[in-house]
């Protein structure tokens, strides 16, 4: 029987730059590795943590001339974080919490495609 471990999730954005900043900046995420279209179509840019093997891999599409339309965004990755506080305050100062959970100890930023991303403590995990 096979195994298997996760690899990479997939998003597509409307702008490379702006979303591989807001992703430094949000979630401390740097670029491991892109590979770019012969004919320029597309970039793959594959982001990670330095610690985890799971990668967070961008999508551009040269092509693509509007946002993206996310329906109910009824789908979201999620983050944890061995300082809770530091990092809300850090994403209030940014502007992007969306929808916050006190009662469950858990938050979510927006992305500048409007992805949720959910952050939670690390305690919350275990």
Not at 39 to 51: A, K, M, N, Q
Not at 53 to 64: F, K, N, P, V
Not at 82 to 88: A, G, Q
Request: proline share 4%; charged share 30%.
């Amino acid at each position: 029987m096979p195994e298997f471990k996760f690899n990479h999730n997939n998003i597509n954005v409307f702008d490379l730059e702006k979303s591989l900043a807001f992703y430094q900046k949000a979630l401390d995420l740097v670029e491991v590795r892109r590979r770019t279209a012969e004919d320029g179509s597309f970039i793959l840019v594959f982001l990670g943590d330095g610690e985890s093997a799971h990668r967070l891999e961008l999508t551009w599409l040269r092509d693509r001339k509007e946002p993206y339309n996310l329906g109910d965004n009824e789908f979201h990755l999620a983050f944890t974080t061995n300082d809770f506080e530091k990092v809300h305050k850090r994403h209030m100062d940014m502007g992007c919490i969306c929808y916050e959970n006190p009662g469950m100890g858990i938050y979510f930023i927006a992305d500048p495609d409007n992805y949720w991303l959910e952050v939670l403590p690390e305690k919350a995990m275990s």
